[in-house]
């Protein structure tokens, strides 16, 4: 199995700044791809950033939040700045990679949550 355990959230004022962290643990051969989702109230869950090989970010966290990784540690972070209310929401952790002993993953963390105050 492989767990992933987020930590982080809270609440903030508009403008201020959070930072997420996710590590991952258990039966982990490679981590190929780590990232961050967000599930607002009665919204589906859309990615926010997501670093493996290349670096993504949706246009609406673009030049505010920034993703980064610590391979030792199995860790990826987020850290959020100018954060504003429409931010608010749970936020997830993914990894997808290869098991110790054969086979794919893609597991999801418990949640973060992230409120934004105005």
């Known amino acids: 199995q492989v767990q992933l355990v987020e930590s982080g959230g809270g609440l903030v004022q508009a403008g201020g700044s959070l930072r997420l962290s996710c590590v991952a643990s258990?039966?982990?051969?490679?981590?190929?791809?780590m990232g961050w989702y967000r599930q607002a109230p009665g919204k589906q869950r859309e990615l926010v950033a997501r670093?493996?090989?290349?670096?993504i970010y949706a246009d609406s966290v673009k030049g505010r939040f920034t993703i980064s990784r610590d391979n030792a540690k199995n860790t990826v972070y987020l850290q959020m700045n100018s954060l504003k209310p429409e931010d608010t929401a749970v936020y997830y952790c993914?990894?997808?990679?290869?098991?110790?002993?054969?086979?794919?993953?893609?597991?999801w963390g418990q949640g973060t949550q992230v409120t934004v105050s105005s």
């Open positions: 258990g039966s982990i051969f490679r981590i190929n791809v």
């Open positions: 670093s493996g090989g290349s670096t």
């Open positions: 993914n990894a997808q990679g290869l098991r110790l002993y054969g086979g794919d993953y893609d597991e």
